[in-house]
């Protein structure tokens, strides 16, 4: 039915490939990547480089959106293999609480995120808008990769590591300690705990740009930013991109304890939450044990969790010798704490 409500979230699956199939077509052969499942980010071709771009807006978070909406975009333009060069947003602020004070500190933290980045806000669009309850501000990052170090989503194949950076849940551990801080304090959760939990949008951060360009610069097959629907619909995005099938092994994910505690309060599922901060790789096995000893010096954890298969493997999640069916979804459980 056409007319059903659609829920909270990114558009389902389905949905969203019909949509792509019938109005994303390509048409200026410039684009190198248009409008595809699982690829985040457009490809244009320019005389000498490529020109990526990403737009994404902020929906869930209000404290340091600013601040969310540069990274955000940012990360899938090093996903690329890209450096992010420049950056506009569209910040669209609530009737009730629209201040000048609210204006300038989402101002400054969009400024100061760029300068963390080495980014140039080059334009955007501010005001105040009817029918809002929180501020939304949606960014377009744009950046440059030479023709010869494009990564896509779509390049992974059998026989390639899985390897995921940092952990499971970073973001998704900041916003529910962040939205829910008076109701955690209540169920008896200190202040200083969920400081670090709120911290998680700096430490481990919410940004794999360093993550990104370091795999790149050793050799990948594949990149891929899993937001929304978390670390099981990425893996699912990956595979339906590269028309593979993906097995990994549930010991190997690394799940911070924050995360999980606060996942287990909510009922939520971490393997469907929110988890920009992560990075997921496809590499050539040769490649692996490379990309984890560059990353580790340059201070960021990983883990080989798991590997490429045909397509007709499917997506399975195993331990111990025992395997199933991964579940996945475009509607990611952070959602439930917002009904």
């Not at 209540?186 to 430490?203: P, Q, S």
Request: include cysteine; charged fraction near 25%.
């Amino acid at each position: 039915m056409k007319d059903k409500p659609l829920p909270l979230g990114k558009l389902p699956y389905a949905l969203l490939g019909d949509m792509l199939d019938r109005f994303g077509a390509r048409t200026d052969p410039r684009v190198v990547m248009g409008p595809r499942f699982g690829e985040d980010a457009a490809v244009i071709e320019m005389p000498d480089c490529y020109l990526v771009t990403k737009t994404d807006p902020v929906t869930f978070a209000t404290e340091d959106i600013g601040w969310y909406a540069v990274n955000v975009n940012a990360n899938d333009i090093a996903t690329r293999g890209a450096s992010p060069k420049w950056f506009m947003a569209t910040v669209l602020l609530p009737e009730s609480g629209a201040t000048e004070s609210l204006v300038e500190s989402i101002f400054s933290q969009i400024r100061r995120a760029c300068d963390d980045l080495n980014v140039t806000v080059v334009g955007g669009h501010t005001e105040v808008t009817h029918g809002l309850d929180r501020p939304i501000v949606s960014g377009c990052m744009l950046g440059e990769v030479a023709k010869d170090g494009l990564v896509t989503t779509s390049g992974a194949k059998p026989g390639d590591a899985v390897i995921l950076t940092k952990g499971i849940v970073i973001e998704g551990t900041a916003i529910i300690a962040r939205e829910k801080k008076a109701e955690l304090c209540r169920l008896g959760y200190g202040e200083d705990y969920l400081k670090i939990c709120a911290d998680f949008l700096y430490t481990p951060g919410i940004s794999v740009v360093k993550d990104a360009l370091i795999a790149a610069d050793v050799g990948v097959s594949a990149m891929h930013d899993p937001t929304e629907g978390g670390l099981a619909a990425g893996l699912y995005e990956i595979a339906e991109a590269s028309g593979v099938g993906i097995h990994v092994d549930r010991r190997n994910i690394p799940l911070l304890m924050e995360a999980e505690i606060l996942c287990g309060e909510y009922g939520l599922d971490p393997m469907g939450t929110l988890t920009s901060g992560t990075l997921l790789i496809a590499a050539p096995p040769e490649n692996a044990d490379s990309i984890g000893e560059r990353l580790n010096t340059a201070g960021i954890r990983s883990a080989v969790i798991g590997e490429v298969r045909d397509r007709d493997y499917g997506l399975k999640i195993g331990a111990g010798g025992r395997e199933t069916e991964l579940a996945f979804s475009s509607r990611d459980e952070i959602t439930r704490i917002f009904e």
